[in-house]
């Protein structure tokens, strides 16, 4: 696991994304987190079939669509790499 944030505060995880291996690359994942790292803490997980992020301490004026925006930003660093 590779933790990206602030410290963790062992706090349960506010949101959690799972990204399928076989479309998503873990490069864009990386890039896309290190671009909203100022919305929220994540820690991403890589197991067998997906890479599991999860967001934790997220800014309260992004909660509502942090999920959505972060999943098309992932996709559009995808289609201009």
Do not use: H, W
């Amino acid at each position: 696991m590779l933790y990206l944030g602030k410290k963790n505060t062992g706090r349960k995880n506010d949101m959690s994304i799972n990204f399928n291996k076989d479309f998503y690359s873990l490069e864009a994942i990386k890039k896309a987190i290190q671009d909203y790292k100022g919305l929220a803490d994540f820690d991403i997980e890589v197991k067998k079939k997906i890479i599991k992020v999860d967001l934790e301490n997220i800014d309260p004026g992004s909660k509502d669509i942090i999920k959505e925006e972060f999943c098309n930003y992932v996709l559009g660093l995808m289609k201009n790499a």
